[in-house]
């Protein structure tokens, strides 16, 4: 079979596996990089690799060594040479490689932590279709949303304590879309954002689609370092930034008042924007006392969605920003679309309007997490965790660094999971792993019993020779 796919240089596949070179493994590390790269879509079936000695350039690594990784990577099947042709990825199919573990599971999605629909969407629905008929007489569009499901987005804010006006409210396709459009008015290329380390992945990838710069703040166990905060700002000059202070994606961790406080003063006295993305604020599964609505006055941009709380195919969230903010966000609006969908904006309307969704969906979410939780603790013992009060996922401390390899000998027994350096804006993190318990309990168990199999491999292969550069 002759390679199809196009070619990939030194310098992109280098950066691809930027985390593998930053924490210096060996020949069996680099290749389980490379599969994680395929298993993922990074590299395309048929993908021609760059010769041995640029690669070995781009990555500062021996020749020997990278001749060693695709050795092992030809022997699994995934990789393919011919003289004078190069070397190119294969498909897992045709290597006889099947994710799917042999008992003939299916694969358990650890990577995507949004759950099924809510409890009364199909109530939500029927409503939402009465109320269309007043709506088929206008033309549909609105870069602002309906008056309606602003109206009651802003009782939410006054009724957390930040006192808020349906003219403050802007309804968008998701919390990420808000991001988005807040990063597009606020950031161009070469500028810099200041975001949390580690942080939400979708986020650190729109970043880099904007040519901007992840300026990195590293998240202690403890929680926000406001000290490099300071630093960060003082001295990066970032003009925009990006924090999640509820629930913190992939950490779990919820910012306090004094905590805010502070920070709200940071920004302000820096003069620098900053999206607040609360889009796991609803899930609050314990029931304690709420922090207030983060507020930097002018300088905050609050982004909520609909996708955690009730569904992810409803594509509806909102930002929460001054008037004077969201004058200028509905002029950079029109380069990216027209407005949301006025269906789903119904729906949406319908759904704040009855607590009974919003409070299954808590309790349901309480017992996942504890289901999980115990889980670990039986299946992978070594492996630790703060228990969070909210959101949707366990940041897992692992017993060695492996979070790559053990991402990648999960697939092999029918788990998706994504790796720590997914949430790194410069890789790293492989003693970390994010596992979301938007599953049922029995997946979630079942997820466990696989995980702890892939840790047994993973283990039990050698970290390979530390390359001497």
């Not at 949390?196 to 880099?208: F, G, K, V």
């Not at 309790?363 to 889980?375: C, I, K, N, T």
């Not at 992978?380 to 979070?403: A, I």
């Amino acid at each position: 079979m002759n390679p199809v796919g196009g070619r990939i240089s030194g310098a992109r596949l280098a950066a691809l596996l930027g985390t593998w070179r930053r924490s210096r493994q060996g020949a069996a590390d680099l290749a389980a990089a490379v599969e994680l790269q395929v298993l993922d879509g990074h590299l395309a079936v048929g993908t021609q690799l760059p010769a041995e000695r640029e690669l070995a350039d781009a990555l500062g690594a021996s020749r020997t060594l990278i001749g060693s990784a695709l050795d092992r990577l030809r022997e699994s099947g995934l990789v393919q040479s011919r003289r004078g042709s190069g070397s190119w990825i294969t498909s897992p199919a045709a290597r006889g490689f099947n994710p799917t573990p042999s008992t003939g599971a299916d694969v358990i999605d650890f990577v995507c932590a949004s759950p099924s629909a809510a409890v009364g969407m199909h109530r939500a629905f029927d409503a939402a279709r009465l109320l269309l008929a007043d709506e088929l007489g206008s033309p549909g569009y609105g870069d602002r949303g309906l008056p309606i499901l602003r109206e009651r987005i802003a009782a939410r804010y006054t009724e957390r304590g930040l006192p808020t006006s349906p003219a403050q409210i802007m309804i968008t396709n998701g919390a990420h879309h808000a991001f988005v459009l807040a990063l597009r008015m606020l950031a161009g290329p070469g500028d810099r954002v200041l975001v949390e380390q580690p942080t939400y992945a979708n986020a650190l990838e729109a970043i880099r689609a904007a040519h901007a710069l992840p300026v990195p703040v590293a998240l202690g166990r403890d929680g926000w370092d406001l000290d490099g905060i300071e630093a960060a700002l003082r001295q990066a000059g970032p003009r925009l930034a990006y924090l999640i202070v509820d629930f913190h994606n992939p950490t779990g961790l919820r910012l306090d008042d004094e905590g805010r406080e502070r920070l709200a003063a940071l920004l302000t006295k820096s003069r620098t924007p900053a999206v607040i993305d609360e889009t796991l604020v609803e899930l609050d599964i314990d029931g304690g006392p709420a922090p207030r609505p983060f507020s930097a006055g002018d300088w905050s941009i609050l982004v909520g969605t609909s996708s955690k709380a009730y569904w992810g195919g409803l594509r509806i969230g909102w930002i929460r920003a001054s008037e004077e903010l969201l004058a200028r966000l509905s002029s950079a609006r029109f380069g990216l679309d027209l407005g949301s969908p006025v269906f789903e904006q119904l729906v949406l309307a319908e759904l704040l309007a009855d607590p009974e969704p919003l409070a299954r969906r808590r309790e349901e979410v309480r017992v996942q997490r504890d289901v999980l939780a115990e889980a670990v603790r039986e299946h992978c013992p070594e492996w630790t965790f703060r228990l969070p009060s909210g959101g949707f996922w366990l940041w897992c401390s692992l017993p060695e660094r492996m979070s790559t390899r053990l991402a990648v000998a999960a697939a092999a027994h029918g788990v998706q999971v994504a790796p720590g350096s997914r949430f790194g804006a410069q890789g790293g993190l492989e003693r970390w792993i994010r596992l979301p318990f938007s599953q049922p309990p029995d997946r979630l168990q079942e997820a466990m019993r696989r995980l702890a199999l892939a840790e047994s491999a993973v283990r039990g292969q050698p970290l390979g020779e530390i390359p001497v550069r």
